[in-house]
């Protein structure tokens, strides 16, 4: 079963709106919960990472997820979009199996912002 | 700030030959992690290696490789080429976390394609 869950394939918004990007994270891993951004034909580069500490983790490039453990979410927000994030944001989490463990990854939404 | 280097970005092969990719850590990052991303796929955890020993195994085929050397690079080989391997290829290490969940920085990928 998918232990990290991204609601939305696609999301599609006009510049300058805000925008949440869906995560759901289930009990089989760690509350260790990560957002990466992927531009065309980009890496993986670090938005945002919830470790410890205030739910309400701010990231880079003005975005912003907040930590829900009733709910098990994870969501990412800005209030404001520009042309420039248009990208596939992946939500991921920590995974404690195996000897050092690893990260696993959500399924990716593609953020496409227009004018 | 140094960041996770991988060699080459491009490569182009036929079914059934042999390919080697490269991936330089972060200077006094102790493990190195290989990632698998098909075309519109999440990124898939392949294997790890923590102070130059293979730390955890995941979705990696028998047909695949990889070792970390004494300077910390650590390469990944791919034998008998499927269609399939076309994929994007990603190296990245982390260091000793403080929390309990590391931090992974990603190099650009090697984008594998085979004809």
């Known amino acids: 079963a998918q232990s990290v869950t991204q609601l939305d394939s696609q999301v599609p918004v006009f510049e300058e709106a805000p925008v949440e990007l869906r995560c759901n994270y289930s009990?089989?891993?760690?509350?260790?919960l990560f957002w990466y951004v992927q531009y065309p034909n980009q890496g993986l580069q670090l938005l945002l990472k919830?470790?410890?500490?205030?739910?309400l983790v701010k990231g880079i490039n003005g975005f912003e997820a907040e930590f829900n453990k009733s709910q098990t979410s994870f969501h990412l927000r800005k209030p404001s979009v520009h042309i420039s994030d248009t990208a596939e944001y992946f939500c991921a989490a920590w995974n404690y199996g195996g000897s050092q463990g690893n990260l696993i990854f959500g399924k990716g939404t593609k953020l496409s912002v227009k004018p | 700030a140094a960041g996770v280097i991988q060699s080459p970005r491009h490569l182009i092969k036929e079914k059934r030959e042999t390919a080697t990719l490269k991936c330089y850590p972060i200077?006094?990052?102790?493990?190195v992690y290989w990632y698998q991303q098909g075309p519109g796929q999440d990124p898939q955890f392949l294997i790890s290696?923590?102070?130059?020993?293979?730390?955890d195994k995941g979705s990696i085929p028998d047909r695949f490789s990889a070792q970390q050397f004494s300077d910390y690079h650590s390469e990944l080989n791919m034998s008998s080429l499927e269609l399939g391997d076309s994929a994007l290829y990603f190296c990245?290490?982390?260091?000793?976390?403080?929390?309990?969940?590391?931090?992974?920085?990603f190099g650009a990928g090697s984008r594998l394609t085979v004809l």
């Open positions: 009990s089989s891993v760690s509350v260790y």
């Open positions: 200077p006094r990052h102790d493990t």
């Open positions: 990245a290490s982390s260091d000793h976390p403080q929390t309990g969940a590391r931090v992974l920085t």
């Open positions: 919830y470790l410890s500490g205030s739910t």
């Open positions: 290696f923590y102070e130059k020993m293979q730390s």
